[in-house]
């Protein structure tokens, strides 16, 4: 009876300090995040300009149903989806088969790690300074993709026409990660143990079986990792984009949702509009987070 | 990682301490701008020399961000006393009420009228809400058509005789000029202000009898004609045209200065001058360059020449009464200067006294701007100018670059604006 | 039989090497295309601005224009601002780092050694966080920080990254994998849960804690919008708010960008190839979870 009662008051200390480890983060983000988002929320529900001192008007979800119906929105969806799906499928396709090549080798491992590694030590300003430049139409990307094309003076308006500008800004966000997310493939690659292979090799599997039966099934923890990350990354682009149009590139090809709720709130002046809109995009990224996680609950891998 | 935490809440706190406030603090919010910086700096000093208790506290920002910041700052509730934006931007402030109105007494007017006596006619218009004024000009600005002569040479033109009068001899004169390397422009002409399309693309309609907003303020895009023959103009400049330049390329302005055989003419202000004396003082000595009225269509209705633009100062209304007054007894001293802000920073404040003086009249060019300004009218403002200039740009863009037919690129354009307007 | 393998042998042999050459041809010309644009930042701000954009682009300097460096650092006004901004960064950038590291692996451990009621929820609550956009709460985040008087100053910088999810995430996943006997076997022994985790938890998560710091410093070095609003005086500027701002500027050309652009990178750069170990080795900690 007093051991029930011992090991009960044992466990509630430790509930207690369980919650003492974790109230100053709790605290923290109640502050910074949870009161913002709910700020955020509580103001999409109003029709309220930045500037004006008047009570804003409740207009329940007039809002969101005015987004729904907007083309200029509705061309931001589909900006940030070709964005994500252009770029996170690139980089998770990339990453693997660099890293997979990365371990293959005996030499320069870790000069190819840290060469691929090193755009992502850039910050993203200087990174579109450098980029700009480099699509300026007399400066690098023409020149080369002029060299290996051989087809001198041809102008690919990297940031002129509307198809390349998405292009160039997936180029970009390519450039920028693929070299992060190869090292998290290098490292699942890594933590296979050795003597899984050895086994198979005894069975007589050559080196493509092992990638497709062994490599690729126990990396799946890895890749689902990367592609959540990846993903939600591709969907809070925003620098890219953002310094892309000051440079003089077209709006409307690469307004991503982001930029379209900065323009809203900045320019624009309509806090509860933009409001929606960012509310709009928070559920969009929980839902992409929760199919993830479900795909990755359903087989957990064990070696 | 004890000692750190101790460090880090050490930082906090000082940082916390460090910001409390002495007698008067007058913020001051403004865009960098070295040479202003310089000469501001120093009245601030000598306003505090002569006004003990109070200090001003001066902080500049990149002229791209400096929108931002400020309303990010009075969305707090947490304005500065006094800043400047250009009057696109500045207009919401003033009809959101956020604004100060001009404490005439406080600046050393007998009477409110005497401000609008010392200012040439008009200027203040766009800062006057409801009977009360709201800010005073820190500059105004009109843009004309610099020229390189050099280069005209170069091509077998007489810079003084064939410099372009028309936008269609601007398309001649910038074809005859560029040179490319295949479809890449390695010398243009002339190319435009792209993100400026209200002050200098705007007129370009108007010179074609088009409008913007009709009078009643209530329609869209009057004379879609005119508009489509313009946005025409833009798709045979552009690089799917006769390929003269495009919003992509380094700005013209930027490179006119290096006089490096990059860009023949430009489109820029009287403060271009300054620039050019600091970036490359040879060629501003050499007299090598010359500035040309704004061209207007062979068949235009109306001579309209680019719109001039302004940044005014305003003060913060929900500041202390106390704060308001210094704030416009200082403005009124730093303005008190306009000499030494024309031949130090190149800007100009439209006083009668300035336009009149010597100074002015010495100025190389002078002449060519006054006259583009006394026939122009100020730029479009409203409290959503910034996002109608926006749609131009798409608009205009999209013309360019994406190769949108000019009729569907305004009738998108004109259901925008349109929405905007009746938005409010 | 031996002839049989002998031929198999010769043949893959023969195929691997054709393997193996086209792989060092794909890594070297990735290599190259990554590298590239860093390379050109480097020789650039070498050059006199016409140098710049110039076709063909010419990738060795002609002569060394050691002026763009002495503009940037000394500023377009004479002020050297720009040390005090790239010390503002490290100011910013170390803090940050160290209480989100605290923070982190407080909460982390919390969460992964201790049962409470509504765990999962809290859990769950702090991950959701990660989904929120910056742009979303830019302006109550905003309201937030000055009311508590803290605009214009390290503590507005700082106080808004002090722990993010991501970390506590990351120290979760660490933690789970950790012997339970060792924590019971401290606790036998009279250990408070406090002693626990300064004296057990903490000296073994090193490699953890090193890659967690080394990833928030190199967030807070990039951050742009949050100090572009929160900072207003040139002393409290950081590196990309002096960048923005020295593009901005009217007398700046493409080669001074470029070495101001460089000057921000170097210390970054140097700090990857000195703790590279941390940089390479440390996302190892993503893929943990495998337990």
Known sequence: MSKRIQSYSIERQKARWGWIFVAPTLIFFSLFSFYPIFNAFYASLFRKKLLSLKPPDFIGFNNYSYLLKSPDFWNSIRATVVFTLGTFIPLLIFSLIFAIFIMSRKRFQNFFQMAYYSPAVLSSVVAAVIWLLIFDPRGLANQWVNFALNTPGIDHKWLASSVMVQISAMMVYFWKYVGYFTIIFIVGLASIPQSIYEASKIDGANDWKNFWYITLPLLKPTTILVSIMSMLQCLKTFSTQYLFTQGGAPLAPINVITLNIYHTAIRDHRIGRASAMSIILFIIMLFFTWLQFKFSRTDEVSY | ?424 | MDHKLERKKIKTSYQSLVIDIFIWVFLIFAALFILAPTIFMFTASLMPASDVVKMPYRWIPGGFYWQNYWQGIRGNDGSFIYIRNILNSLIVATVVSVSTVFLSALAGFGLAKYYFKGRALVFMMIMGTMMIPFEAIMIPLYLVTTKLGLQDSYAGLIAPFLVNAFGVFLMRQYFITFPDEILDAARIDGASELMIFKTIILPNSVPAIATLAILTFKAQWDNLLWPLLVVQSEEMKTIPLYIVKFMAEKHTDEGAMMAVAAIASIPILIVFFRLSKYFLGGAALYSSRKG
């Open chain 2, 1 to 424: 990682m004890k000692k750190l935490f101790v460090v880090f809440l050490f930082v906090i706190f000082v940082s916390i301490t460090v910001n409390a406030a002495t007698d008067i603090e007058i913020t001051f919010w403004t865009h960098e701008d070295p040479n202003r910086t310089e000469i501001e700096n120093r009245y601030i000093a000598e306003f505090e020399q002569a006004n003990p208790g109070v200090t001003i506290k001066r902080v500049t920002s990149g002229s791209g961000q400096i929108q931002e910041l400020i309303l990010t700052a009075f969305a707090a509730n947490q304005g500065p006393d006094i800043f400047n934006m250009s009057i696109e931007d500045e207009y919401a402030y003033i009809v959101n009420e956020r604004l100060a109105p001009v404490d005439f007494e406080a600046a050393g007017y007998p009477s409110l009228q005497a401000i609008y006596d010392a200012y040439i006619p008009g200027v203040l218009d766009p800062v006057t809400y409801k009977g009360q004024l709201y800010g005073l000009p820190l500059e105004l600005t009109n843009w004309c058509i610099y020229i390189n002569k050099k280069i005209f040479r170069d091509v077998g033109l007489d810079p003084e005789k064939d410099y372009p009068k028309t936008w269609e001899e601007m398309m001649e004169v910038s074809d005859k000029i560029a040179i490319r390397e295949g479809e890449i422009l390695k010398r243009r002409g002339f190319d435009f202000r792209y993100p400026y399309y209200l002050v200098s693309w705007v007129p370009m309609v108007e010179q074609l009898g088009g409008k913007l907003i009709s009078d009643d303020g209530k329609t869209a895009i009057i004379n879609e004609e005119a508009w489509l023959k313009v946005l025409d103009y833009m798709r045979e400049w552009g690089p799917n045209g006769r390929n003269l330049g495009s919003p992509t390329y380094t700005n013209a302005r930027k490179l006119f200065n290096k006089d490096n055989n990059d860009v023949a003419m430009c489109l820029t202000g009287l403060y271009q001058q300054g620039r050019i004396r600091a970036d490359n003082p040879e060629f501003y000595e050499s007299g090598e360059w010359m500035v040309v009225p704004f061209p207007v269509f062979e068949n235009a209705v109306k001579d309209v020449p680019a719109a001039y633009y302004g940044h005014y100062y305003m003060v913060n209304g929900q500041k202390p009464k106390e704060n308001q007054q210094i704030a416009w007894k200082f403005i009124a001293f730093m303005l008190s200067h306009p000499e030494e802000y024309l031949t130090k920073v190149n800007i100009v404040q439209p006083t009668v006294k300035l336009m009149e003086s010597a100074t002015f009249k010495s100025m190389p060019y002078s002449e060519v701007f006054k006259n583009d300004m006394a026939k122009g009218h100020i730029v479009y403002y409203g409290e959503s100018s910034a996002k109608i200039q926006s749609l131009i740009r798409e608009a205009v863009e999209s013309v360019m670059l994406a190769g949108v037919s000019p009729e569907d690129a305004l009738k998108t354009l004109k259901r925008k604006v349109q929405e905007v307007l009746e938005e409010g």
